[in-house]
Every structure is written in structure tokens, then in C-alpha cells.
């Protein structure tokens, strides 16, 4: 008869999405942690289309041991040298014309969100218990004993560590600087409580995302050459929007998104339902005249979905106390470098990283391993986070922020040398997705954590 492991950390994660359950993934590689998970919707299902996953994050998945079950809901294939990936086409015009290809050391996978969820569900053992229908609404920390947490059904739970994985509206977010907007005031500094509480709010970046997945078939059979059917993805740009294109779930679907881009209304309020299914016209006069590619694409289009996209203003800190927010709900960013599950899935790692630790548990989680993954992930995301948004700008074809430069008033010359800037941009931009590693993030956990 064997006994019974005793339990050094209770952790509750607010969120099944992908941050919060491939956190639960990692995490339940210690069988001396116990793991509850708390979602608000009814039943475990993934709302969008497609993700990316660049070689840092999927080195996380190798080591979850996920590489093999998502190799076969995917058409991309791993390779760990030079790989020419999306093509970029300014195409806000009859001709579009290529002027650059993205090339990575190593492939970007694209996968659709569900079956990436569906895996993940499938590797996560029964002890990491899952709770639908619980939607926090506060939680009580105290300086010892337990956390508690209180939902809107009425009922309560407690926990030693309380993680945010609850998306861009995070509850736990505005518990977190709730708190710290508390002991601003307690000290007497009102105008610090008052600046910690600007950040509860998500803000909306200035660009709506408009969805949709198209049967491959279906494109296949209206243009057979069609170029998105044939390479690994294309990104149509313009100076008031972009599209980019590429094949999911083993091709048999064309993910789509169409980003109408207003930049001057950034960091401004969306008035209007931030998701909605909406009719191909409400945004299809943004690409009237672009070229004939787009306008066969969009002729696919049947319900997309729209997307205000809203991030989260820079917050000093993931951390207060024994709580602990990641994904969506530490650094909700534009989707401009497809990085936002990526870095999920970071902070997950990172996370699991230090809980996990044989040093941390109930008396030093908060002032240690906490703060480890804090000055770990904190600065990095919002570098990604702001590297994004710099993207955006450039596949709008502006090079300035104020986009001063009106590229279609430039001679054929200039136009082309503008371009080849642009995606020399692009390149240096976004070229830490791969050509940096995880690793070095988990050496340094080790060596915080051991010193």
C-alpha cells in the first residue's frame, strides 16, 4: 500500500484557456502540488481561429511532450534551419506585387485554437480538476493562511497560490491592482493608487479583426493557383489595413484575418460589442480596390467574426503577494506578431518553473519564487508586447509612428527602396522569436532560485 504524497502547494488557476491549462500541464509534472481550475464558461471551448507557435514556445511543447499529437492536426512541418515562411505583398492596389518573404531559423507551426486545446485536454491528468460555470468575482489574501476565493455562483474555494490565466478582462487583474491601489492609500500616496487603477481597464489598440475560416475546397474550386493554397501564408497589406492568409487543421481550412487598422484612435474607448459575427460588407470597403487575389478571398468569406482588439496598459508587476497573473491577463497584445499564445505559454513554463522548484513552498512562495518569475517574464512580454505593436504600424507600410511618408506618393524607385526598408524592419523587428531560447529564461530560474 503506498501513502499518500503530501501536498506542499495548493495553486487554483482562474482560466482554461491555452496560458492556463498548458500551466496546469506543467505543473502537474509534480505530483507534490495539488491543482484546481476554475473557468467561467460552461464547458471548455476554444473561441477563434488560428494561432503560430515560433521555436521558443514550441520548445516548451516538446518538453510537455505535446510535438507528436500536434504534428498531426497541422501542415507545417518542423524544421530547425532556415525556412522561407509568409509572403508580403502591398496589395492596396489593382497589381499587388511582392516585395519581401519572411524567412526564420526554424518554422512557425500554425495550428487551429481548438485543436490545440483538444490536445492539451488530452495529455492533462484527472488530478488537475477542472470546474466550469465559476467566474471569480474576488478574492481575499491575507499575509498567512490561506487565499480565498469567492465566485459569482455563491460558492467559495481556497488556495495557497492564485493564478490569473482569465484573459484580457481578467477578474484577477483588477484583484491584483485592487490590492496594491489598497496599500498605495494606506501609505497615504493617492495619486499612485489612482495611476494602479488606470490599468484595470483593457484599452482598445485602434484595429478591429475580422475572422473567418474558408473550406480549402471551397477556394479550390473558385481559383486553383491560388496562392495561399500553395505557400506556407500571405500577409496582403495597405496603408488602412492588412490580411493575412494561411492553411490550418491539415488544410482543410483557410484561416483568415482581416485587420482594418485606425491608428490615431489607439489607447482610445471601442464603443460596440467587442465580438460579434457581422456580414462581409462591414469591413469589405476597406479592400475595394486592392488587388485580385484579396477580392477572391473575401468572396469565401461567409459570418466572419469581429474583433475589437484591446490590450492591457504595462503594468510594473505580475505579481502581488501569492497571486500571479499570466497570458491575456498579465499582457494582452496585438496580434501583429502572433505571439500572444506564445508568450502564454512562456509565462506558463516559467511559472511552473518556480512553483515546481523542490525550494518553494508555502512560506517562501510569495517573497521568492514569485518574484523569480516576475523579473523573468514581466520585462520580456512587454517587450513582445510593444514589438507587436511596432508591427502593426509596419504592415500598414509606415516606417514612422506618425506616418509621415505617404509611399504612394513616392517614384516607382523610391517606392521599392521604401519597401525593401520595410521589410528589413519587419526582420530585425521580430527576429527574436527565433533566435533566442527559452533555455536562457530557465537557466536563470535555476540559478535565482539556487544562489
Same mark, same amino acid.
Given at each position: 500500500?503506498?501513502?499518500?504524497?503530501?501536498?506542499?502547494?495548493?495553486?487554483?488557476?482562474?482560466?482554461?484557456?491555452?496560458?492556463?491549462?498548458?500551466f496546469a500541464l506543467a505543473l502537474s509534472r509534480y505530483p507534490d502540488i495539488d491543482i484546481e481550475i476554475y473557468e467561467s464558461a460552461r464547458a471548455?471551448?476554444?473561441?477563434?481561429?488560428?494561432?503560430?507557435?515560433?521555436?521558443?514556445?514550441?520548445k516548451v511543447i516538446k518538453m510537455l511532450g505535446l510535438e507528436a499529437d500536434l504534428l498531426q492536426v497541422t501542415e507545417t512541418s518542423v524544421v530547425?534551419?532556415?525556412?522561407?515562411?509568409?509572403?508580403?505583398?502591398?496589395?492596396? @492596389? =489593382?497589381? %499587388? #506585387?511582392?516585395?519581401?518573404?519572411?524567412?526564420?531559423?526554424? *518554422?512557425?507551426?500554425? !495550428?487551429?485554437?481548438?485543436?490545440?486545446?483538444?490536445?492539451?485536454?488530452?495529455?492533462?491528468?484527472?488530478?488537475?480538476?477542472?470546474?466550469?460555470?465559476?467566474?471569480?468575482?474576488?478574492?481575499?489574501?491575507?499575509?498567512?493562511?490561506?487565499?480565498?476565493?469567492?465566485?459569482?455562483?455563491?460558492?467559495?474555494?481556497?488556495?495557497?497560490?492564485?493564478?490569473?490565466?482569465?484573459?484580457?478582462?481578467?477578474?484577477?487583474?483588477?484583484?491584483?491592482?485592487?490590492?496594491?491601489?489598497?496599500?498605495?492609500?494606506?501609505?497615504?500616496?493617492?495619486?499612485?493608487?489612482?495611476?494602479?487603477?488606470?490599468?484595470?481597464?483593457?484599452?482598445?489598440?485602434?484595429?478591429?479583426?475580422?475572422?473567418?475560416?474558408?473550406?480549402?475546397?471551397?477556394?479550390?474550386?473558385?481559383?486553383?493557383?491560388?496562392?495561399?493554397?500553395?505557400?506556407?501564408?500571405? @500577409? =496582403?497589406? %495597405? #496603408?488602412?489595413?492588412?490580411?493575412?492568409?494561411?492553411?490550418? *487543421?491539415?488544410?482543410? !481550412?483557410?484561416?483568415?484575418?482581416?485587420?482594418?487598422?485606425?491608428?490615431?484612435?489607439?489607447?482610445?474607448?471601442?464603443?460596440?460589442?467587442?465580438?460579434?459575427?457581422?456580414?462581409?460588407?462591414?469591413?469589405?470597403?476597406?479592400?475595394?480596390?486592392?488587388?485580385?487575389?484579396?477580392?477572391?478571398?473575401?468572396?469565401?468569406?461567409?459570418?466572419?467574426?469581429?474583433?475589437?482588439?484591446?490590450?492591457?496598459?504595462?503594468?510594473?508587476?505580475?505579481?502581488?503577494?501569492?497571486?500571479?497573473?499570466?497570458?491575456?491577463?498579465?499582457?494582452?497584445?496585438?496580434?501583429?506578431?502572433?505571439?500572444?499564445?506564445?508568450?502564454?505559454?512562456?509565462?506558463?513554463?516559467?511559472?511552473?518553473?518556480?512553483?515546481?522548484?523542490?525550494?518553494?513552498?508555502?512560506?517562501?512562495?510569495a517573497h521568492r519564487a514569485l518574484r523569480v518569475y516576475d523579473s523573468i517574464r514581466c520585462p520580456y512580454a512587454y517587450r513582445v508586447m510593444e514589438?507587436?505593436?511596432?508591427?502593426?504600424?509596419? !504592415?500598414?507600410?509606415?516606417?514612422?509612428?506618425?506616418?509621415?511618408?505617404?509611399?504612394?506618393?513616392?517614384?516607382?524607385?523610391?517606392?521599392?527602396?521604401?519597401?525593401?526598408?520595410?521589410?528589413?524592419?519587419?526582420?530585425?523587428?521580430?527576429?527574436?522569436?527565433?533566435?533566442?531560447?527559452?533555455?536562457?529564461?530557465?537557466?536563470?530560474?535555476?540559478?535565482?532560485?539556487?544562489?
Open positions: 500500500m503506498t501513502s499518500a504524497i503530501t501536498k506542499r502547494l495548493q495553486v487554483a488557476i482562474c482560466g482554461a484557456g491555452i496560458g492556463g491549462l498548458t471548455l471551448t476554444e473561441v477563434g481561429a488560428g494561432i503560430g507557435i515560433f521555436p521558443r514556445p514550441w530547425d534551419g532556415s525556412v522561407s515562411g509568409f509572403r508580403y505583398r502591398k496589395s492596396d @492596389q =489593382y497589381e %499587388g #506585387k511582392d516585395f519581401f518573404t519572411l524567412v526564420t531559423q526554424g *518554422s512557425l507551426m500554425l !495550428f487551429h485554437r481548438a485543436d490545440y486545446q483538444q490536445t492539451l485536454l488530452n495529455h492533462l491528468p484527472k488530478r488537475c480538476r477542472t470546474h466550469c460555470s465559476k467566474r471569480l468575482r474576488s478574492y481575499t489574501q491575507r499575509q498567512s493562511g490561506p487565499i480565498e476565493l469567492s465566485f459569482e455562483d455563491g460558492t467559495m474555494a481556497s488556495c495557497d497560490v492564485l493564478v490569473g490565466a482569465d484573459g484580457v478582462k481578467s477578474a484577477v487583474r483588477a484583484g491584483v491592482l485592487g490590492e496594491k491601489a489598497r496599500w498605495a492609500k494606506g501609505e497615504g500616496k493617492w495619486k499612485e493608487a489612482a495611476e494602479i487603477l488606470q490599468h484595470v481597464d483593457p484599452i482598445w489598440s485602434g484595429a478591429n479583426a475580422y475572422r473567418a475560416l474558408i473550406p480549402a475546397q471551397k477556394l479550390q474550386a473558385i481559383a486553383p493557383n491560388h496562392q495561399v493554397l500553395h505557400t506556407p501564408g500571405v @500577409q =496582403y497589406l %495597405g #496603408k488602412q489595413g492588412y490580411i493575412i492568409a494561411y492553411r490550418i *487543421s491539415g488544410g482543410k !481550412f483557410i484561416n483568415l484575418v482581416a485587420f482594418v487598422v485606425q491608428h490615431h484612435l489607439e489607447n482610445t474607448t471601442f464603443n460596440g460589442p467587442w465580438m460579434s459575427t457581422v456580414d462581409v460588407s462591414a469591413f469589405s470597403s476597406t479592400f475595394t480596390h486592392w488587388e485580385p487575389d484579396v477580392q477572391i478571398l473575401l468572396s469565401c468569406v461567409e459570418k466572419p467574426m469581429q474583433w475589437a482588439i484591446h490590450t492591457v496598459r504595462p503594468m510594473q508587476s505580475f505579481v502581488s503577494g501569492r497571486v500571479a497573473l499570466l497570458g491575456d491577463a498579465a499582457h494582452s497584445m496585438t496580434p501583429h506578431q502572433g505571439s500572444g499564445a506564445g508568450q502564454a505559454i512562456e509565462d506558463a513554463c516559467i511559472l511552473a518553473a518556480v512553483l515546481g522548484h523542490p525550494s518553494t513552498d508555502r512560506t517562501n512562495v514589438a507587436s505593436r511596432i508591427n502593426g504600424r509596419y !504592415f500598414t507600410l509606415r516606417l514612422d509612428e506618425d506616418g509621415a511618408i505617404d509611399i504612394d506618393k513616392l517614384p516607382p524607385k523610391q517606392q521599392w527602396e521604401y519597401l525593401q526598408r520595410l521589410g528589413h524592419a519587419i526582420v530585425k523587428n521580430w527576429e527574436w522569436a527565433w533566435t533566442t531560447s527559452i533555455d536562457t529564461a530557465l537557466q536563470e530560474v535555476l540559478r535565482l532560485l539556487e544562489s
